[in-house]
């Protein structure tokens, strides 16, 4: 290839390819993931893990990382994996506060379920769960751990139940009615 082949072709191909990638990005935007269904025993069962796995993370984060009041929260690093979950189409999570007087107001129980859910865990309910629309609703209870947690949630005793998680996942066929 001589080179008036290449300084012809190279313009060209540094003009189109932010535009391709703009189209890629753009459709992958569309095909932005459906919510994976499931029937209620898998569900059951998904949210046991999910839970496993981010009450493990967040301590973990906590114990590693989280050293003064500057630190960044567990609950917020939590938050964005939550978030990148529900964007592929994972069961959706987030957190729910039992106080009152959450750090993030976005927090606060949301709908009949989340409310019910509150009254539960507060009672040191450690599960409760229902049906509804056909979604798996579940909430989760979790106390404050340790006197390092008191750090910033100032106002509670160590076990006190002071929040939660709230799992939607959506349900497939039969069970979903
Ligand atoms: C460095 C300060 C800090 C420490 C230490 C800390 N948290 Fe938090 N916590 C936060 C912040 C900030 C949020 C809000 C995060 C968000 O929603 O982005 C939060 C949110 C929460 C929530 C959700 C309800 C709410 O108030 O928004 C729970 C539950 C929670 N933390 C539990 C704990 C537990 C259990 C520990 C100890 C293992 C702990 N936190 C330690 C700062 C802290």
């Known amino acids: 290839m001589n080179k008036r082949y290449w300084t012809g072709v190279l313009p060209v191909a540094v003009a189109v390819l932010?535009?391709?990638t703009l189209a890629v990005e753009s459709r992958a935007q569309d095909e932005a993931p459906k919510p994976v269904k499931m029937s209620l025993a898998q569900a059951r069962q998904t949210v046991s893990m999910l839970n496993d796995l981010y009450v493990t993370s967040v301590v973990g984060i906590h114990t590693t990382y989280v050293k003064d009041t500057q630190s960044v929260?567990?609950?917020?690093?939590?938050?964005k994996?939550?978030?990148a979950m529900a964007k592929k189409g994972w069961p959706e999570t987030r957190w729910i506060a039992?106080?009152?007087r959450p750090f993030n107001p976005d927090s606060n129980p949301k709908d009949a379920f989340e409310k019910d859910a509150v009254v539960?865990?507060?009672k040191g309910q450690a599960r409760f769960e229902r049906v509804v629309d056909g979604k798996l609703r579940v909430a989760t209870l979790i106390p404050l751990v340790d006197k390092s947690c008191q750090m910033c949630h100032v106002k509670d005793k160590v076990g006190d139940p002071i929040g939660g998680l709230s799992y939607t996942v959506s349900l497939s066929g039969k069970t979903a009615k």
Not at 73 to 79: D, E, K
């Open 120 to 122: 539960a865990l507060k």
């Open 18 to 20: 932010p535009l391709l």
């Open 81 to 83: 994996v939550f978030e």
């Open 98 to 100: 039992t106080t009152g």
């Open 73 to 79: 929260a567990a609950a917020a690093v939590a938050r």
